[in-house]
């Protein structure tokens, strides 16, 4: 297997590392020996940059394996519901869908640190909450997108004991990065390699949280796999102009120790690999299929990309022996996640991410810690990066806040096949975008405006698909039990009433999800939460199994019930474009007898 192989060439980069960083970057020395075990359990939390779950870069860092996969548990169905970095970032750490935070791209106007704090996020999201229920906090890596050596004290990022932070415009420069700790001025570490300086500094802040004697939450987030990207300036606060962009996008870079690893890898050749056909829709759709060379280049990209998560492969392993050093890894959750995930090729898109497609959205999830289960994948089960604080303070004991979106996740084998198996179960990922896309890779970068959708991932027993609504209001629906690549449109504009979607017509099945669409597009808290309830608020529909059901087509195909569609495409989350909401358009679905018009619910069925 291509982990066996690697062992030995990791064991020997892991001796290299240390010679290979400058003075004062050495790993520190052996650990000061157990300490007592605290009642209350930390964590540590390895978040990548752009880590796919679908071109198998788990498969090529043995050390993750060794000792997450093997001794954890792998969240299957785990998704980034923005697939960009910081619209998920501010998700993951709120709690709460990009709609709701108003944070919907990486850099302001709509999105980016800047419009994090304008928000009123800074003094109320997850590590100063855990502040206050008496948790030491720590950072190193990239926070937000647009966290720059001009504001980053202005302010601070609250809520942390100890900080590292990555700074832009050096953020993704792999050899030229530029780290500022706690209140000091930033420093610039070029000519290191930025994963090598960012474990020193999660070594160093690891060894101030064990010696505070108090339970501690640490997040390790380098950059890796991201593209290596020079800035040209300090920031991009204004609004983007796609013909004179302020960065340049190349492959990654991995450490020396790694520059020899994976000659022969090549992208998955999966059947949506530049496919022979054009798929998907909107500008997707227009895509050429790619020549030799591109090929060539994105699988060089693609090696990149393993190459330079082996340094994250050795980051995981110094952090895991380390708490065993400290006696306290039985006490600790090891969590492991990317934010969004990542395409090479697929659907002919130049390596990248923004798309609402499996390889996107579908990202890894890792747990190991007390009571989680070893070696086990959780499957049956979605859940999102929304669901994390959530999860965090179930872990914790910290009493849920009303207003998450998301919901804990259970991560003991028991606790998670008893969700899985009853009858309201998580089936569903709200997905949304706003604006801009682009290749990063060195052909046909084509900034695309206009890559604003809704989407809607839906799975259990007997179904797996996905529905999309695009800004041009174009149409997606895709049976993934048979087409997991995403390949075949079950809702084309001359769509044939004889298609079938998980064994169902496909106009159906569509009007089942868009009416659960427009119940997330604008959801908040409890209705994120459990959709089907607003539909059917009798408590009889709690899956797409339920609603299915005869007796409630006339419900969802009434044809003056509202719709999912946009009345513009916009680069933000602007309310005019939004077109229906089920806040304000709700009481139009269902036809004459629906229950929001007035009439009795047990009247209708």
């Known amino acids: 297997m291509r982990i066996t192989a690697l062992t030995a060439a990791t064991a020997i980069g892991l001796g290299m590392a240390a010679a290979e960083l400058g003075p004062g970057q050495a790993p520190l020395g052996p650990s000061r020996g157990p300490q007592p075990q605290r009642r209350q359990p930390n964590v540590v939390f390895v978040l990548t940059d752009d880590q796919d779950a679908h071109l198998a870069s788990l498969d ?33 750490w709120t709690g709460k869908f990009a709609h709701n935070t108003n944070v919907t791209d990486v850099s302001p106007p709509y999105g980016g640190y800047p419009k994090f704090v304008s928000q009123g996020y800074n003094d109320n999201y997850f590590p100063v909450w855990l502040q206050q229920a ?86 390790a987030a380098p950059i890796a796999p991201h593209a290596n990207v020079v800035m040209n300036g300090t920031s991009h606060e204004g609004p983007r102009d796609p013909d004179n962009l302020p960065f340049e996008f ?27 056909q054009p798929s998907g829709a909107n500008w997707i759709h227009t895509l050429p299929q790619q020549n030799s060379t591109n090929v060539e280049y994105n699988d060089h990209f693609y090696r990149q990309r393993l190459r330079s998560l082996q340094a994250v492969d050795e980051l995981v392993e110094g952090l895991i022996s380390r708490l065993e050093g400290h006696g306290i890894l039985d006490n600790t959750y090891f969590v492991y996640s990317s934010d969004n995930g990542y395409h090479i090729g697929q659907h002919r898109l130049q390596p990248g991410k923004s798309c609402g497609y499996e390889e996107d959205t579908n990202v890894p999830l890792i747990v190991r810690g007390p009571g989680v289960a070893e070696a086990y994948t959780a499957t049956g089960v979605v859940t999102t990066h929304a669901d994390l604080a959530p999860t965090f303070f179930e872990l914790l004991g910290i009493a849920q806040r009303d207003d998450f979106d998301g919901s804990a996740i259970p991560v003991t084998r028991e606790g998670f096949e008893e969700v899985r198996d009853a009858g309201e179960r998580r089936e569903h990922a709200g997905i949304e975008y706003w604006g801009f896309a682009m290749g990063e890779g060195i052909y046909n970068r084509n900034p695309r405006e206009n890559n604003t959708y809704k989407a809607l991932r839906l799975s259990g027993p007997g179904y797996n698909l996905y529905y999309s609504v695009w800004c041009n209001n174009e149409h997606e629906l895709y049976d993934m039990a048979v087409d997991p690549g995403q390949l075949h449109n079950l809702l084309p504009p001359s769509s044939d009433l004889n298609i079938l979607a998980a064994g169902y017509p496909a106009h159906k099945v569509a009007a089942r999800l868009d009416a659960l669409l427009l119940v997330l597009k604008t959801c908040a808290s409890e209705t994120c939460r459990r959709p089907w309830a607003q539909l059917h608020p009798d408590g009889e529909v709690k899956s797409l199994t339920d609603a299915l059901a005869p007796q409630y087509d006339d419900f969802y195909e009434e044809k003056s019930t509202a719709r999912v569609e946009y009345a513009y495409c916009a680069n933000g989350f602007l309310e005019d474009a939004e077109g229906p909401t089920w806040q304000a358009n709700g009481r139009a679905f269902g036809g004459e007898y629906g229950y929001l018009r007035g009439g009795r619910w047990e009247d209708w069925v």
């Open 60 to 92: 090529y860092m043995p050390l993750v394996k060794k000792h997450l996969l093997d001794r954890g548990t792998y969240f299957s169905r785990h998704y980034a519901t923005t697939a960009v970095c910081c619209p998920s970032r501010v998700t993951l």
């Open 250 to 276: 190349t492959e990654p870079v991995p450490a020396e120790r790694h520059k020899h690893l994976f000659k022969d890898e090549k992208v998955p050749r999966t059947a949506n690999f530049n496919p022979d």
């Open 134 to 219: 008496g948790y030491n906090t720590y950072y190193t890596g990239k926070l937000f997108n647009v966290h720059t050596v001009e504001n980053y004290n202005s302010p601070a990022p609250g809520g942390f004991t100890g900080s590292d932070f990555l700074l832009d415009p050096y953020t993704y420069n792999y050899l030229n990065s530029t780290f500022q700790r706690n209140g000091e001025e930033p420093r610039s570490y070029e000519g290191h390699y930025s994963t090598d300086v960012l474990a020193k500094k999660a070594y160093g802040l690891l060894e101030e949280a064990v010696d505070a004697g108090k339970p501690f939450f640490l997040v």
